[in-house]
T-cell receptor, first 112, second 110 residues
Framework: DAGVIQSPRHEVTEMGQEVTLRCKPI?????LFWYRQTMMRGLELLIY????????DSGMPEDRFSAKMPNASFSTLKIQPSEPRDSAVYFC??????????FGSGTRLTVV | SQQGEEDPQALSIQEGENATMNCSYK?????LQWYRQNSGRGLVHLIL?????REKHSGRLRVTLDTSKKSSSLLITASRAADTASYFC??????????FGEGTQLTVNP
């Protein structure tokens, strides 16, 4: 398995634009997590899915953020409109048992 | 909010020395895990210790868990320059998701 695959690796966008981050979890992993990492706040869980269903989205900062998982092999995190304070590294992780997580390499988002 | 808190925030040692990082947490847990993050990369799972275990080994890694003190330590023996990374503890409660600490930045100087 190629592991958790995220795209793009880097994204630079202007304030106000829509940003879509993508994630392909490991096949057979029923749990998918979206994290955001910044120097100030560390690793924050934004949302997680179980069997494609959102279970806990309490970490989603505001309505500008939305996440979907249309099938077991694909998830998106969308920010619309983006703001400079959204600049961070966004990680997707998947797990088969909600204990050990496998992380993707992350998307470094810069909003200017 | 983060449950796990790592100590120290940063650690710099010479190659061949041992590195010890500590993690404290606040609530009861089912397991505690340690992850490593190399610069610009995702986190990589290193080792998991369950709440009924006191010590666990994996290669040059040794993890201890003291549930009475709500603390854990990660020892890396005979460190190498390639061990330079950030190390995070993560706590898990049955039926819940992992909560990560803020990490210890380890630098191993050749």
């Amino acid at each position: 398995d190629a592991g958790v695959i995220q795209s793009p690796r880097h994204e630079v966008t202007e304030m106000g634009q829509e940003v879509t981050l993508r994630c392909k979890p490991i096949s057979g992993h029923d749990y998918l997590f979206w994290y955001r990492q910044t120097m100030m706040r560390g690793l924050e869980l934004l949302i997680y899915f179980n069997n494609n269903v959102p279970i806990d989205d309490s970490g989603m900062p505001e309505d500008r953020f939305s996440a979907k998982m249309p099938n077991a092999s694909f998830s998106t995190l969308k920010i619309q409109p983006s703001e400079p304070r959204d600049s961070a590294v966004y990680f997707c992780a998947s797990s088969s048992d909600r204990t050990s997580y496998t992380f993707g390499s992350g998307t470094r988002l810069t909003v200017v | 909010s983060q449950q796990g808190e790592e100590d120290p925030q940063a650690l710099s040692i010479q190659e061949g020395e041992n590195a010890t990082m500590n993690c404290s947490y606040k609530t009861s847990i089912n397991n505690l895990q340690w992850y490593r993050q190399n610069s610009g990369r995702g986190l990589v799972h290193l080792i998991l210790i369950r709440s009924n275990e006191r010590e666990k080994h994996s290669g040059r890694l040794r993890v201890t868990l003291d549930t009475s003190k709500k603390s854990s330590s990660l020892l890396i023996t005979a460190s190498r320059a390639a061990d330079t990374a950030s190390y995070f503890c993560a706590t898990g409660l049955s039926g819940s998701r992992l909560t990560f600490g803020e990490g210890t930045q380890l630098t191993v100087n050749p």
